[in-house]
């Protein structure tokens, strides 16, 4: 099930860090683009998690969030996407993705964009399967060498 994160609780927050320090252990600080923790909680920031229901309890499996840029053309930017290794290879990450595309789709973008880097080869192979091509830079970010970007056209 997928939900809009609208508060921080604990597991939450939880992936949030670990995120965190899976991008400090690949990067150097100054090529490392997560949004914080506010701004994710922003109501500019659609931000999401995929959770499964099982007996009692829920667990959340992964998160995404993504911005609408309200330029022309319209476009997104995908943010702190994130599942854990434990919960690698079930889908939720393409499940995210979907969700945060149709979103986007609704707000009128026609093309999703995200920056990664060169040293997540597993995230590169699951955006290249989505339908991602490699682009130029764009936004406010500067030339890296440890920074990889890429797009998608959101078709009907």
């Given at each position: 099930?997928?939900?809009?994160?609208?508060?921080?609780?604990?597991?939450?927050?939880?992936?949030?860090?670990?995120?965190?320090?899976?991008?400090?252990?690949?990067?150097?600080?100054?090529?490392?683009?997560?949004?914080?923790?506010?701004?994710?909680?922003?109501?500019?920031?659609?931000?999401i998690g995929a959770f499964q229901k099982s007996?009692?309890?829920?667990?959340?499996?992964?998160?995404?969030?993504?911005?609408?840029?309200?330029?022309?053309?319209?476009?997104?930017?995908?943010?702190?996407?994130?599942?854990?290794?434990?919960?690698?290879?079930?889908?939720?990450?393409?499940?995210?993705?979907?969700?945060?595309?149709?979103?986007?789709?609704?707000?009128?973008?026609?093309?999703?964009?995200?920056?990664?880097?060169?040293?997540?080869?597993e995230s590169i192979g699951l955006y290249q399967?989505?339908?991602?091509?490699?682009?130029?830079?764009?936004?406010?970010?500067?030339?890296?060498?440890?920074?990889?970007?890429?797009?998608?056209?959101?078709?009907?």
């Amino acid at each position: 099930q997928i939900r809009r994160i609208r508060a921080l609780t604990d597991d939450i927050d939880s992936l949030l860090q670990q995120s965190r320090d899976y991008q400090n252990e690949l990067y150097p600080p100054e090529s490392v683009h997560q949004d914080d923790t506010a701004s994710l909680l922003s109501e500019q920031v659609y931000f999401i998690g995929a959770f499964q229901k099982s007996h009692q309890n829920e667990l959340l499996l992964g998160i995404g969030a993504v911005k609408f840029i309200d330029v022309l053309p319209a476009y997104g930017e995908i943010k702190n996407l994130f599942v854990p290794p434990e919960h690698r290879g079930k889908g939720a990450a393409k499940i995210i993705m979907s969700a945060l595309e149709a979103r986007l789709k609704d707000q009128g973008a026609d093309i999703c964009r995200l920056e990664t880097g060169p040293s997540q080869l597993e995230s590169i192979g699951l955006y290249q399967r989505l339908g991602y091509q490699q682009c130029s830079l764009y936004g406010n970010y500067q030339p890296d060498p440890l920074s990889l970007f890429m797009e998608k056209e959101l078709l009907d």
